[in-house]
């Protein structure tokens, strides 16, 4: 049976890499079509542009979703031997065809579900600006305190986001912390309500804010 699987093993470590793909390929699209909303003129069709770029999200769930079942079914079907004289292959497809059938909706993927509520906000902040309301504008002291990095008091280049409670921190100033502070590295917000030590597992590279941050330098 091992034998038999030789040649599927090694299909199955081959995409083994394309997780991260898939991920990458997701936050590149959402990165783009938030580029594009900042970018926007008024005869562009925005509203049309976004579902396009949904639509890739959504392809990229599915392929996704293809690569896992295949990894799932070899190893349920490794553990099993054929009946009624079927062959390997038969028993695989059938199994496919059962995960393939229970696949979620890629419209409720976390990083599809990211994608539309950023979009929503930039679509909001676009008519916002068009009708002179200023809702998406940002009070300049509540915009500097978010510029600052809480623990070295600097304007950040490379924001990282804490998972637990959403702050923000410069990249450098934060391992540093950590390093220093360990276990006892909890959120240096003051008032944050996070008692968990910070972990650099648990940050992840806000680019969102990163870009806000250049644009407000670029204008200066």
Not at 5 to 13: M, N, S
Not at 154 to 168: D, Q, T, Y
Not at 207 to 217: C, D, N, Q
Request: charged share 30%; net charge negative; proline share 3%.
């Amino acid at each position: 049976m091992s034998h038999s699987f030789a040649l599927v093993d090694d299909a199955v470590r081959s995409v083994n890499t394309m997780d991260d793909y898939f991920n990458v390929g997701m936050d590149i699209c959402t990165d783009i079509g938030l580029e594009f909303m900042e970018n926007a003129k008024p005869e562009d069709d925005t509203s049309s542009c976004i579902h396009k770029f949904k639509d890739v999200m959504i392809k990229l769930v599915n392929m996704n979703n293809e690569v896992q079942a295949l990894k799932t079914a070899v190893e349920e079907v490794k553990a099993r031997d054929p009946e009624n004289n079927e062959t390997l292959a038969e028993v695989l497809e059938a199994r496919l065809a059962v995960l393939k059938s229970n696949f979620p909706d890629a419209q409720y993927h976390e990083k599809v579900k990211e994608f539309q509520e950023k979009m929503s906000k930039a679509m909001k902040q676009e008519s916002s600006s068009k009708t002179g309301q200023g809702e998406m504008e940002i009070e300049v002291s509540q915009e500097t305190l978010t510029f600052k990095c809480p623990y070295t008091g600097k304007v950040m280049e490379c924001p990282m986001r804490n998972k637990h409670c959403g702050h923000s921190y410069e990249k450098d100033g934060i391992l540093q912390y950590i390093k220093q502070r360990q276990k006892k590295a909890k959120c240096p917000v003051v008032g944050c309500a996070n008692e968990k030590p910070i972990v650099q597992e648990d940050l992840v590279e806000n680019r969102e804010l990163k870009r806000h941050i250049e644009r407000k330098i670029k204008s200066q």
